[in-house]
Each structure stands twice: as structure tokens, then as C-alpha cells.
């Protein structure tokens, strides 16, 4: 019975401390926010059947962004994609059905990609 007791005294002092109008507690802070890149986002659908298309299966393609924008894959497919560089400037690693990728293109120039599971699937990021 006295550990209930102290339990409960426990209980109330730590319910009335929260409670409290005292303004002696440290400020609760947030984390600083990841920096988004710079310049509007350009969507490319990895459409559905994709792994028996060729060209067709990045919709669109090719993609125009300006430098320094971003280009988001999104897989509506019903299964696992890639959206890999043909030179290695990147690699998306695996985009399950319903999951996204998004690169920055920081330079000009035409890049060329595919997907690392179904090779016949390729596209193009034209970036000016």
C-alpha cells in the first residue's frame, strides 16, 4: 500500500510540475528543415506495363528542367524500377510501386537513363 501512495504523491507532483505557469523550462526547439533544391520540380511517371516498353516507359521522355531544377520519378507500376544514368551521375536504387525519386540536375547538358532491372527501359533529362 505505501508504494501506491508513493506512486501516486509521485504522480501528482510530476502531472503538477507540467502543469505549471512557470516559464523556467528551456525552450523546446524544432530541427532546422532540410533545404529543398532550387527551381521548380518536373514530374516523370514510370507508367504502368513499363517493363515491356522502351522509350515509353518513362512518361515523359525526354524531360526538359532548367539548371538547377529537379526531376521527380514516381513508379505507377506494379513492380520495382530504377532510374539510373547511363554515365553513373546517378542511380536511384530501387523505387517500389507507389515510391519516388528526386534528383537536381545542377549542370546543362542531355542525359540519358535507365532502368537497371528492365535495361530495354530508357529516357532522357534535357537540361538547359
Do not use: E, K
Not at 10 to 15: E, I, K, P, Q, Y
Not at 52 to 61: C, E, K, L, Q, V
Amino acid at each position: 500500500m505505501r508504494f501506491l501512495t508513493a506512486l501516486s504523491a509521485l504522480l501528482l507532483l510530476c502531472m503538477a510540475a507540467g502543469c505549471s505557469d512557470s516559464n523556467n523550462s528551456a525552450p523546446v526547439t524544432s530541427p532546422s528543415p532540410t533545404p529543398t533544391p532550387s527551381g521548380p520540380g518536373t514530374p516523370v511517371s514510370i507508367v504502368f506495363g513499363a517493363s515491356t516498353m522502351t522509350s515509353a516507359a518513362f512518361a515523359p521522355s525526354p524531360v526538359s528542367v532548367a539548371v538547377g531544377g529537379t526531376v521527380t520519378w514516381t513508379n505507377n507500376d506494379s513492380t520495382t524500377h530504377t532510374s539510373t544514368s547511363d554515365n553513373g551521375a546517378w542511380n536511384s536504387g530501387s523505387i517500389v510501386p507507389g515510391g519516388t525519386f528526386t534528383r537536381m540536375f545542377s549542370t546543362a547538358g542531355t542525359f540519358t537513363y535507365h532502368c537497371t532491372i528492365h535495361p530495354n527501359m530508357v529516357g532522357t533529362v534535357t537540361v538547359q
